[in-house]
């Protein structure tokens, strides 16, 4: 049965959602490493089988391309989920989700600094709106926070850890041809796995190894390794295929709308006019940023057809 790729988007975003409300939950139960190992470690059993046979058979691809693997697993993997379930110890899921829907302008402006790639005026006016959302946010739309630098360092860690996702981004830009797309995840994954256990192991040692005999956190971990970590991605990748990534990165502005749905139902949090007014700023300004580079590059395309007719 096809499913439309539509449905497959949305459902994906859903699914990225419940990854900040697990987050949330488990605030003070499972330190941040410590979540973010157990949620590739079941994601690695869950697609793994998947893809075992490509992966042996790539082993000297694997063993070239061990930088971009690297960059992609400590970028990726590793310092965006810690910095994600960090956030979520200090700052509302809702903010954090909120937060994150600024990752389309970080990546405009690294792309820019990294890759020379240009920004057009109104691109610009996109990524001032995005970064004046956000600093409406995180200072509760309130002076004082600002001119104190008085901020939620929740929110803080969530914006350094865009930062971390933007570069895995571009990583993913330039070297993802390179790899089979599902082996290739999940060998960023087991590195990824590789470098949390010692983070994970001081986690243990300071604050103390979490009770995974819990019914609800092997609920939670369970989720977080399969939804988020394989179904979304699956469901992401064919309904990229099937529209292209253009039309597909608006469906990440659902992110922060189902999770504040969410929040609200299952955490119970409060959603504030402060946070209404400068999500809808943000995602105007997310929407400016990338829509004149999806337009350059339709024309792009109908101009290289003209020339090849």
Same mark, same amino acid.
């Given at each position: 049965m096809k499913i439309h790729p539509y449905i497959l988007l949305t459902a994906a975003m859903l699914f990225f959602s419940g990854n900040f409300i697990v987050g949330k939950s488990f605030e003070g139960i499972i330190p941040p490493f410590t979540l973010a190992l157990l949620r590739f470690v079941s994601a690695t059993i869950f697609l793994l089988p998947v893809c075992l046979k490509t992966i042996n058979l790539n082993h000297a691809l694997w063993k070239k391309e061990w930088k971009p693997l690297m960059g992609l697993a400590i970028t990726g993997i590793v310092l965006f989920n810690g910095c994600l379930y960090l956030s979520v110890n200090y700052t509302s899921s809702i903010n954090a989700a909120i937060v994150d829907a600024l990752t389309p302008t970080v990546a405009a402006i690294l792309g820019f600094l990294i890759l020379r790639e240009t920004i057009s005026k109104l691109q610009t006016v996109g990524i001032i709106l995005s970064f004046g959302g956000i600093l409406w946010i995180i200072s509760r739309g309130s002076l004082d926070v600002?001119?104190?630098?008085?901020?939620?360092?929740?929110?803080?860690?969530?914006?350094?850890?865009?930062? @971390?996702?933007?570069?895995?981004?571009?990583?993913?830009?330039?070297?993802?041809?390179? =790899?089979?797309?599902?082996? &290739?995840?999940?060998?960023?994954?087991?590195?990824?796995?590789?470098?949390?256990?010692?983070?994970?192991?001081?986690?243990?040692?300071?604050?103390? =190894?979490?009770?995974?005999?819990?019914?609800?956190?092997?609920?939670?971990?369970?989720?977080?390794?399969?939804?988020?970590?394989?179904?979304?991605?699956?469901?992401?990748?064919? &309904?990229?295929?099937?529209?292209?990534?253009?039309?597909?990165?608006?469906?990440?502005?659902?992110?922060?709308?189902?999770?504040?749905?969410?929040?609200?139902?299952?955490? &119970?949090?409060?959603?504030?006019?402060?946070? @209404?007014?400068?999500?809808?700023?943000?995602? =105007?300004?997310?929407?400016?940023?990338?829509?004149?580079?999806?337009?350059?590059?339709?024309?792009?395309?109908?101009?290289?057809?003209n020339i090849a007719n």
């Open positions: 600002i001119t104190s630098f008085s901020f939620n360092i929740g929110d803080v860690i969530m914006l350094i850890g865009i930062i @971390f996702w933007a570069l895995y981004s571009i990583i993913i830009k330039k070297h993802s041809s390179k =790899f089979p797309t599902i082996s &290739g995840l999940v060998m960023t994954m087991i590195i990824g796995i590789i470098i949390l256990l010692p983070i994970s192991i001081i986690e243990w040692v300071t604050i103390g =190894f979490p009770n995974l005999l819990d019914g609800k956190i092997i609920l939670g971990i369970v989720y977080i390794g399969i939804f988020p970590s394989a179904l979304a991605l699956l469901a992401w990748y064919k &309904g990229v295929a099937e529209i292209g990534p253009a039309k597909a990165s608006i469906f990440f502005n659902l992110v922060p709308i189902f999770t504040t749905m969410l929040a609200v139902i299952i955490l &119970g949090e409060q959603f504030t006019h402060h946070q @209404f007014f400068g999500g809808i700023v943000v995602l =105007f300004g997310v929407y400016l940023s990338t829509k004149t580079r999806r337009e350059n590059k339709s024309k792009n395309k109908r101009l290289k057809r």
